[in-house]
């Protein structure tokens, strides 16, 4: 900001050196000057004295009048009511002040007789006010709204540039053989913009500058003198401001050496060294190059791609170790199907510890009849791995025969495979877990990847569009510091603007999303992270590409108990999608409510977070398998619309069937999956379709084709949607609604849930 405010007093400082440029005596610029400046939000009062006061300083009292009258009738009609109402071109602006000097002037050419030159001179003054205005706009925006560090577009180059030279032009003479103030100042610029903006800008100036100086009387030679001077030390900038300096005044030395018609006076030689003085003893705020801007924009979005790289490495390298993990745990859950062998040779020692070990027959059976001991006892154990346990009548009859503790050999059998059982039980319910974590893993992996993807994939468009969005905003006393548009996943378009309003002015992101939606021909909204009121204060704000349709809404309901075990959401998603989703827990009352909230509660977080759907359903369907207490069964009934291209995707879990309701016909959406959270793995149907305008889905918990006495429910529900003529989506839900109660005795057999969801173009 204080940047800004420096620049400003730099403004009116210019108008008045520029105000005092009169030819053939006229003095159009200074109205141009006044006209790019007031535009740009400079203040108007003090603008106006300093305009006015270059004009008399170099104007007889005469003809300042004139001048005086064309500012004062363009400030009136600037600031009229009727043109603050209206949203008009730029350019047209512009015309105002130089239509109303062309007035005054053709009254002042009447006033002598409708003089034919004064005519001329007239028409020529307004064109040129016009002209210079449009051009003086350039270089007063770039003083005025660009931060520093900010490198100059080619038409900002070309206006300072003029700019210059009309101030060379317009500085008062200095008759002195010693002191030369223009000289100073021509040597100053030149050296200054070829040390901050490269050998483009120094060139130019170069150029520009000695043309100014032809127009006051010297040689013609100067101006090719000037270019050299401006191209040849911007070879050296990026050695420093001292080697800069010693090429300019060798490179001046050399020309004059070279070329004796282009010898430099003493009097020069005086103001190159003023200018060289002032060029090394200026601090470095003022005299430092524009590429090598350590804040600069372009080093901003060298620091900011290479950060992304980081981030995107780094995301990968998060995204690969979940996936590692997930395989660790996979390969658990498939080493647990190799350990009962272990179990079964596990209760064979623990038998033998507990009962042969200390039998007076131990070694009868276990040396003298090892293997027909080991046959029968592998007999025993393939009967009890079968059935579980065993009975007396399944012991080997070697054991029969042989063995005196045999009732105790049936005991310590069942005893063991019990505990085996117990074990294996849990050992099965870890393995179950670990394989849903890992999977839970997995999905967490791709979910990152996918994420990763939609961030840092986003690419830059519309490049030149940004200073159409930066002057329609500026135009509305919004002062844009930096701008980007980008392009992210699905070509949605998003703006984004660090942007702050002068004081006395209070604007919405509404009135900018409209503003920006007239200067790149699209319709532009706010996003929903912006703020909505612009602050004094630079901030950011963002706006995306307005959606092409828009959805409405209407649900009917009706409960078995007090509190209904179905439960629905509708989101809006940030990338342009609205999700309806329809979740019937199992059963009626407090418990299945509970179920089908967690749902819809889980399925929210997920999809706002940016998860796909897919990743969602397993995410969720793996919380639910997971629950320590007994498991809870939902269905879950999902449209996704994409509202750019009216594309819905339809997801179903164990839910009843959805309709789409077009003019003359209704399509059925079916699926035989069960409930979500059932299997570790879960099942589900997926279609995508096409809606066109005037559609309407009708999503319904099963509740309502329970209460239908037909054999086809579905086609019953075909026919009674398309008896239904009407296209508003709260009527077409409450009438599905009673018709189903109608069919029950006003009784309902299930919770009750009707959703519909109408599409239309915006």
């Known amino acids: 900001m204080k940047n800004i405010r420096k620049n400003a007093i730099l403004i009116y ?437 996918t994420l990763t993807g939609d961030i840092y994939k986003a690419a830059r468009v519309m490049e030149n569009d940004e200073s159409k969005v930066i002057k329609k905003l500026g135009a509305h006393n919004i002062d844009v510091k930096n701008i980007i548009i980008l392009e992210r996943g699905g070509r949605r378009k998003e703006l984004i603007i660090n942007a702050a309003v002068g004081r006395n002015h209070f604007i919405t992101t509404k009135e900018a999303a409209a503003w920006i939606s007239e200067a790149l021909g699209m319709k532009f909204a706010v996003s929903e992270i912006s703020k909505s009121v612009f602050s004094k204060e630079y901030e950011e704000y963002c706006f995306v590409e307005d959606t092409k349709f828009k959805v409405l809404t209407g649900v009917a309901r009706a409960m078995k108990e007090n509190i209904s075990g179905d439960n629905f959401s509708i989101i809006n998603l940030d990338n342009g999608e609205m999700v309806i989703a329809l979740s019937d827990g199992m059963g009626t009352g407090k418990e299945a409510c509970e179920e089908s909230e967690t749902v819809l509660s889980l399925l929210e977080q997920f999809l706002e977070a940016g998860f796909k759907i897919e990743t969602a359903i397993r995410m969720i369907n793996s919380n639910l398998v997971l629950k320590p207490e007994k498991q809870a069964f939902s269905t879950i009934d999902m449209g996704t619309i994409n509202l750019y291209t009216a594309m819905c995707e339809f997801v179903k879990i164990g839910a009843a069937s959805t309709f789409i309701k077009r003019n003359n016909w209704v399509e059925t959406i079916s699926s035989t999956t069960l409930p979500i959270g059932m299997l570790k793995v879960v099942d589900y149907d997926s279609v995508t379709k096409k809606l066109y305008e005037g559609d309407i889905i009708i999503m319904v918990s099963d509740g309502v084709l329970d209460c239908l006495n037909e054999d086809n429910k579905e086609a019953y529900m075909e026919k009674l949607i398309m008896n239904i003529q009407s296209n508003n989506p709260q009527e077409i839900a409450n009438r599905i609604l009673d018709h189903a109660l109608s069919q029950s005795n006003y009784i309902p057999m299930d919770d009750i849930t009707v959703i519909t969801a109408g599409i239309w173009l915006k």
């Open 13 to 449: 400082v210019i108008g008045f050196v520029i105000a005092r440029a009169t030819f053939l005596g006229i003095n159009p610029l200074a109205i141009g000057y006044f006209t790019a400046a007031y535009l740009d939000k400079a203040r108007p009062g003090l603008l106006f004295i300093t305009i006015l006061a270059g004009i008399g300083s170099a104007m007889a009292p005469t003809m300042v009048l004139k001048y005086l009258l064309s500012m004062i009738s363009s400030v009136v009609l600037l600031e009229s009511p009727y043109l603050k109402k209206r949203e008009l071109p730029l350019q047209l602006y512009f015309y105002i002040p130089a239509i109303t000097l062309g007035i005054f002037a053709m009254m002042e050419a009447g006033a002598y007789g409708w003089d034919p030159k004064m005519i001329f001179m007239a028409i020529l003054e307004a064109i040129i006010a016009y002209v210079s205005g449009m051009i003086f706009s350039l270089g007063t925006g770039f003083f005025l709204k660009q931060p520093k560090g900010m490198k100059m577009t080619n038409e900002e180059m070309i206006s300072l540039s003029l700019m210059v030279a009309v101030l060379i032009y317009a500085l008062p003479e200095v008759s002195s053989p010693y002191i030369a103030p223009i000289e100073t100042v021509v040597y100053f610029v030149i050296l200054l913009f070829t040390y901050k903006y490269g050998v483009g800008q120094g060139a130019v100036t170069g150029a520009v500058s000695g043309f100014a100086l032809s127009l006051r009387g010297a040689p013609i030679h100067i101006i090719s003198m000037l270019t050299m001077m401006g191209i040849v030390p911007a070879l050296f900038r990026s050695i420093g401001r001292i080697p800069t300096a010693a090429v300019f005044s060798l490179t001046s030395a050399i020309i004059s050496l070279l070329y004796g018609e282009i010898a430099v006076s003493s009097r020069e030689i005086a103001a190159l060294s003023s200018a060289l003085l002032l060029f090394l003893l200026l601090p470095k705020t003022i005299i430092y190059r524009v590429d090598n801007d350590k804040n600069g924009i372009g080093q901003s979005l060298m620091s900011l791609d290479n950060l992304k790289k980081l981030a995107n490495n780094r995301m990968k390298t998060f995204s690969e170790s979940f996936l590692k993990l997930s395989k660790t745990l996979e390969s658990i859950a498939e080493g647990q199907e190799k350990n009962i062998q272990k179990e079964i040779d596990a209760i064979f020692e623990d038998i033998s510890e507990r009962l042969c070990k200390n039998c007076k027959n131990c070694s009868f059976c276990w040396e003298n009849n090892f293997q027909e001991a080991y046959n029968a006892a592998c007999n025993m154990f393939d009967v009890a791995q079968k059935k579980g346990y065993i009975e007396e009548k399944d012991i080997p009859q070697y054991f029969l025969d042989y063995c005196i503790c045999a009732h105790e050999l049936v005991l310590e059998t069942n005893r063991g495979f019990e505990i085996a059982k117990i074990n294996n039980l849990w050992a099965n319910r870890l393995a179950e877990s670990r394989e849903v974590i890992a999977g839970q893993l997995k999905e967490v992996s791709n979910a990152i990847n």
